[in-house]
């Protein structure tokens, strides 16, 4: 009964490249305890978990070679020119789970995996990319999540709450867990890229002018979007607060054909990347380098901003709790809904067990909405105004 609910190879199309390796989850601690392996880290999550990944990698051994990767290249910029982790691009620009090039998930069953040899299927361009790296081991987690901040310090982030499974604990003891974990993910862009995205950009805006990069929703869960008519609203008081900056969205606000985008003046960072025409973590780290200041709920695009450093922040959070994701940032200023603090996410241990050293600049804003005229005050104290 079981072996049909989990079974250890999902469907695999007949005559698919494969390639039998250890495979490991994070179960157990068989991971940890490698040495001197190749390890290929198959990675098929969001792009906010790739940002987190960038905390894990700085702890793993050093003894061993790894290589993140997932079916699509979009995030794989991350970790270009990374240590430890470098980049193993899969040679597919979309991102998916396979099931449309043959085998889903490369043929795998996370739960089933306990560091045995297993068939391996190696869909669209995955064979040459497999033999230039030449992995001797695979890792494969769904990168659980804690049980909403009920972990204490140091564990207290979802990375943190991973990397104890995938990192010896006398390793983990040699890290001051008290600090802020070092993060190793490349935010530089290719030369040729960054000039691309720049001549996009300068046909759109005047020099004089900057950036702020306005993210509203993410993908995992609906309710910690900020509403559309309050991030417009907020959009319309920037505008007349200070002309010079100019809001750049990662998706639109309401309905793109009703001219409220023309009439604030607000840039779409689809557009440009269009023109750019680029995986998608290269044209964001391209935007990052001209950014002057992010608006945004927990996602990838905040988290990504938060992990670079040097930009202010402020984070908006309707439904979770800021000390459950990235580690600390001095320019970031979170300010909080009344609905997780109705649920008591302040009171749990990932954030009453912190030390000093790891404080968040928190605010509870006592309201269940966050008002447009809350975030421009915070975006003044930040010095983003």
């Known amino acids: 009964m079981l072996a049909n609910l989990f079974p250890r190879h999902p469907a695999i199309a007949p005559g698919l490249p494969s390639v039998a390796l250890p495979a490991y989850n994070e179960r157990g601690a068989d991971f940890a305890r490698l040495r001197g392996e190749r390890i290929a880290i198959y990675w098929p999550h969001g792009f906010g978990d790739w940002v987190h990944f960038g905390h894990i990698a700085s702890l793993l051994s050093p003894e061993n070679a790894y290589a993140i990767f997932r079916i699509g290249d979009d995030y794989s910029a991350l970790f270009s020119g990374a ?52 992995p001797t081991a695979l890792l494969y987690t769904d990168y659980p999540e804690p049980a909403e901040g009920r972990l204490a310090f140091p564990f207290h982030t979802k990375a943190r709450a991973l990397a104890r499974h995938l990192v010896e604990e006398r390793r983990l003891a040699q890290f001051d867990l008290a600090r802020p974990l070092p993060q190793s993910l490349s935010f530089t862009v290719a030369p040729d890229v960054q000039r691309r995205f720049n001549d996009a950009l300068a046909r759109s805006i005047e020099p004089q002018q900057r950036l702020l990069l306005l993210a509203t929703s993410g993908h995992t869960a609906p309710t910690k979007a900020w509403p559309t008519g309050d991030a417009r609203a907020f959009v319309e008081l920037l505008h007349a607060r200070d002309a010079r900056i100019r809001v750049i969205l990662l998706d639109a606000l309401g309905d793109p054909e009703d001219g409220w985008h023309e009439r604030n003046s607000v840039l779409s960072f689809r557009a440009l990347a269009a023109e750019v025409d680029e995986p998608f973590a290269e044209t964001f780290t391209a935007l990052l380098a001209r950014l002057h200041a992010c608006v945004g709920v927990p996602a990838g695009p905040m988290h990504a901003v938060s992990a670079r450093g040097g930009i202010p922040i402020v984070g908006l959070w309707l439904a979770h709790y800021p000390t459950w994701y990235d580690e600390p940032n001095p320019l970031a200023l979170h300010l909080v809904g009344k609905r997780p603090i109705a649920r008591g996410y302040h009171l749990r241990p990932a954030a009453t067990t912190l030390p000093k050293s790891l404080d968040y600049r928190i605010e509870q804003v006592g309201t269940e909405a966050i008002s447009p005229e809350l975030v421009l005050d915070a975006l003044i104290r930040v010095g983003a105004i």
Request: proline share 8%; net charge positive; no cysteine.
């Open 83 to 134: 240590r430890p982790v470098a980049a193993f691009p899969s040679g597919i620009r979309a991102v998916g789970d396979g099931s449309a090039l043959g085998a889903r998930h490369l043929g795998l069953n996370w739960k089933r995996l306990s560091g045995k040899r297993e068939r391996i299927a190696l869909p669209g361009e995955l064979p040459r990319a497999f033999a230039e790296f030449a």
